[in-house]
């Protein structure tokens, strides 16, 4: 299922690999780099509640700090934005600023 998201994404058929990766994650639901790939599918195709839920997904099986800040700044801004809930936006930046107590973008 991960290479016919990964064909059918460089097809721009995005719709396509986001099913393909949901199959692969209904096998292995915890796989990181089919969550990543299904958050970042979705982003592309402004699917914010599929990336927004991949993302939470990731954040519980993934403890590198750089990632975390990613995948928690990109959820500040999809319930910021595109997703309107401002307490999770403020939490999610909240995290961010724990990871990177010096982080300007987010201040």
Do not use: C, M
């Not at 939470?56 to 959820?75: G, K, N």
């Amino acid at each position: 299922h991960e290479q016919l998201a990964a064909l059918r994404d460089r097809l721009g058929e995005r719709t396509a690999a986001k099913e393909e990766l949901r199959a692969a994650l209904a096998i292995a639901p915890e796989r990181p780099n089919t969550l990543r790939r299904l958050a970042e599918v979705s982003l592309a195709t402004e699917d914010y509640r599929t990336a927004a839920e991949a993302l939470i997904r990731l954040a519980r099986v993934r403890q590198d700090r750089s990632e975390l800040r990613w995948l928690f700044f990109t959820l500040g801004e999809i319930y910021d934005k595109h997703l309107p809930d401002l307490r999770r936006a403020e939490a999610a930046y909240a995290r961010v600023l724990k990871l990177s107590p010096d982080d300007l973008e987010v201040e």
